[in-house]
T-cell receptor
Framework: DGGITQSPKYLFRKEGQNVTLSCEQN?????MYWYRQDPGQGLRLIYY???????QKGDIAEGYSVSREKKESFPLTVTSAQKNPTAFYLC?????????????FGAGTRLSVL | SQELEQSPQSLIVQEGKNLTINCTSS?????LYWYKQKYGEGLIFLMM?????EEKSHEKITAKLDEKKQQSSLHITASQPSHAGIYLC???????????FGKGTLLTVNP
């Protein structure tokens, strides 16, 4: 079945630690996205990538880093510089080159700080 | 102020009742997307509207786009407990594939 797989479902970070969230898709989509969701805040865009080896900062990129070495994969690293990392993280992908930007989402990773 | 305002923020209805959720944009809309989310899960795509006056339906859910008002409404007919969840609207601003999302409307359907 085609879809987007995020892992792990739950993640705990110790202070000063970097952690990496995985996002893999087998939909053959060019574009991929990372969002952060906080209660009462809606979704906020962290990073997005329209093509392999290229990515752009979203609205809240500080304290995060990404890579896009393969079309299928778009991992997100939450660095120690991110002082408030506790949130629900969602990865999405979409077909590029059309007027319809329908984004398909993974099941999310909930990150908590120990 | 928010680019996308959703109203109401939360809604409790009795099973079988109709309901409407609104999404109003403060900027030009090139596309309006409706998603549903169960708590702690990912977003499920419902419908996309692009043209003014466009209306789409999926089962008992209908969405409309009023281009002049920069507003979309999501209407559920004869609500069921399975309709419960968070409904989010997303707006396409016409550049770079980015979507801007509203804060969501939490729908509770009591049996």
């Amino acid at each position: 079945d085609g879809g987007i797989t995020q892992s792990p479902k739950y993640l705990f970070r110790k202070e000063g630690q970097n952690v990496t969230l995985s996002c893999e898709q087998n939909l053959n989509h060019d574009a991929m996205y990372w969002y952060r969701q906080d209660p009462g805040q809606g979704l906020r865009l962290i990073y997005y990538s329209q093509i392999v080896n290229d990515f752009q900062k979203g609205d809240i990129a500080e304290g995060y880093s990404v890579s896009r070495e393969k079309k299928e994969s778009f991992p997100l690293t939450v660095t120690s510089a991110q002082k408030n990392p506790t949130a629900f993280y969602l990865c999405a992908s979409s077909i590029s080159g059309t007027s319809k930007n329908i984004q398909y989402f993974g099941a999310g990773t909930r990150l908590s700080v120990l | 102020s928010q680019e996308l305002e959703q109203s109401p923020q939360s809604l409790i209805v009795q099973e079988g009742k109709n309901l409407t959720i609104n999404c109003t944009s403060s900027k030009t809309l090139y596309g309006l997307y409706w998603y549903k989310q169960k708590y702690g899960e990912g977003l499920i795509f419902l419908m996309m509207l692009q043209k003014g006056g466009e209306e789409k339906s999926h089962e008992k859910i209908t969405a409309k786009l009023d281009e002049k008002k920069q507003q979309s409404s999501l209407h559920i007919t004869a609500s069921q407990p399975s309709h419960a969840g968070i409904y989010l609207c997303g707006a396409d601003r016409g550049s770079n594939y980015k979507l801007t999302f509203g804060k969501g409307t939490l729908l509770t359907v009591n049996p």
